[in-house]
């Protein structure tokens, strides 16, 4: 999620998840076993188009929701509020590539059980089973694994090969393979915390980030998010970061100590939005064109004891804000301030790439950015493109922070660091400075703050809060105004 969302280095520095490649094929071992087996045995038990003409407006707004909305969910029946219930990770392959693959190889260095429709193997540890769409096993259902400190050698992490633990299920779909790991909601979040917050912020901050990773799953366990794997989250940041950083004691603790703890709003579970780092001030679920009064607890507000908040909507005082503005509980971090310096030409591929990207005509060679509209916040809500062959209108943060970016970019953070290797910007709080040399653009310079979407609770902000000695219940009610911590077991 922030959101969701393996970005960690050197405490609060923060980059894109890097997933290396995977194991080389010939260093596994092929199992033949239950190729053959029966073909009629049952199954086990499974716990817009928006193309214009060149010489009129081109309107690109961003297509849903960032991470937290889940569109297309199949509903099934909720869960039972009980001990440790239980949910279902669907999990990428390399790269974060697809959740479908051509092959799943899985191996333990324990002895481990291996189980199919109408059959079942031990497997020796180390062992590497492979799998895949052609063995006889999937004729008639799923295949199983089960044993401890299961690997998913097809699935490199950023921490190498985690332990999964719970049971894979392999399913074949269209011709290709699916993985699924059903395992405890409080396992899963034991993997869930560490990847979306360092633990360096302190156990009180830790413990807010699982009661609102808690709060997320539960709600996303109320359907399936990918059905046909009937898997309710997967291990992506289009939910939430599951087994890519290495989990350890304190992480494991802020798990346990609010174990069952979820936030509910007027008795109902919450989707506890979550971000990286503010720019000094939060906005609301308007950013996702929500209605935002149906929202009341993720409100735009500034991240100071007192709450202050002027009219960012105004772009003379949102310029002052950025400029000026250091108190927040998140200033302390890299990303609370950072400017981008973007060449003419490359504005004009990376806008034109956009445009080409999502079926609209090319506006030519970039002449003028204007932000002609911001959401509460401050965060761009509109951003006018004017070209030599036409115009286009950008709407939404995310489709303006992912047509201005571009590989080449250098990321300039108030503390001196400089990130590279991005391709988007890191939000949508952001002012332009036009460049010129002898009255002839050369390009823009964007001073802006923060990382992420901006609504809900900033977790350098959380940080930030509990270095000044707030406690987990105080920080959550400071970012989630009028919930209450309820127990779901």
Not at 59 to 86: C, D, H, I, K, R
Request: a negative charge.
């Amino acid at each position: 999620m922030g959101r969701g969302t393996g970005r960690w280095t050197g405490g609060l520095q923060r980059t894109a998840a890097a997933v290396l490649l995977l194991l080389a094929a010939t260093a596994a071992v092929s199992l033949l076993l239950g190729r053959n087996a029966p073909a009629t045995a049952e199954a086990p038990a499974s716990s817009g188009d928006a193309a214009e003409s060149l010489d009129t407006d081109t309107t690109a707004a961003e297509g849903a929701p960032e991470t937290g909305a889940v569109p297309g969910e199949e509903s099934q029946a909720p869960p039972e509020a009980g001990e440790n219930p239980t949910i279902r990770v669907a999990i990428y392959g390399a790269d974060y590539g697809s959740l479908y693959q051509d092959t799943v190889q899985v191996s333990s260095a324990e002895d481990f059980i291996v189980s199919w429709s109408g059959g079942e193997e031990q497997m020796a540890g180390d062992t590497v089973l492979t799998l895949t769409p052609e063995d006889a096993w999937f004729a008639s259902g799923s295949v199983w694994v089960r044993g401890e400190g299961l690997q998913i050698l097809s699935s490199r992490r950023e921490c190498g090969y985690p332990d999964y633990p719970g049971e894979l299920e392999i399913i074949l779909t269209e011709g290709k393979l699916g993985v699924v790991n059903q395992l405890s909601l409080e396992e899963y979040l034991c993997r869930v915390v560490p990847g979306e917050m360092p633990s360096s912020y302190g156990l009180e901050a830790l413990k807010v980030q699982a009661v609102c990773a808690r709060s997320y799953a539960w709600c996303r366990m109320q359907g399936y998010g990918i059905p046909e794997l009937r898997a309710h989250v997967d291990d992506s940041t289009n939910y939430q970061v599951y087994n890519n950083q290495a989990f350890g004691e304190k992480t494991d603790q802020a798990v346990w100590d609010t174990a069952g703890q979820v936030l509910n709003y007027q008795g109902q579970t919450i989707t506890a939005y979550y971000y990286s780092t503010s720019c000094g001030s939060s906005t609301d679920t308007g950013v996702w064109q929500s209605d935002p009064a149906e929202y009341p607890y993720c409100p735009a507000a500034c991240l100071n004891v007192d709450r202050d908040t002027p009219d960012l909507t105004d772009e003379a005082a949102f310029r002052q804000f950025i400029d000026e503005n250091t108190d927040s509980f998140d200033s302390g971090d890299g990303f609370y301030r950072w400017q981008i310096t973007l060449g003419k030409d490359s504005l004009t591929q990376s806008i034109n790439g956009y445009l080409e990207n999502h079926g609209m005509a090319s506006i030519g060679e970039v002449a003028v950015l204007e932000v002609t509209g911001r959401s509460a916040g401050g965060v761009i809500r509109e951003l006018t493109v004017t070209g030599s062959q036409g115009r286009a209108v950008l709407e939404r943060q995310s489709a303006v922070r992912e047509a201005l970016g571009s590989e080449g970019m250098e990321i300039e953070q108030h503390t001196g660091y400089v990130v590279e290797g991005w391709t988007m910007v890191p939000s949508g709080f952001f002012y332009l400075e036009r460049l010129e040399e002898n009255g002839t653009l050369t390009g823009y310079r964007l001073h802006g703050g923060g990382y992420g979407h901006g609504v809900g609770m900033s977790q350098s902000g959380a940080g930030g809060m509990a270095e000044a000695g707030y406690t987990y219940g105080q920080i959550l009610l400071y970012f989630y105004p009028g919930t209450e911590v309820h127990s779901i077991y």
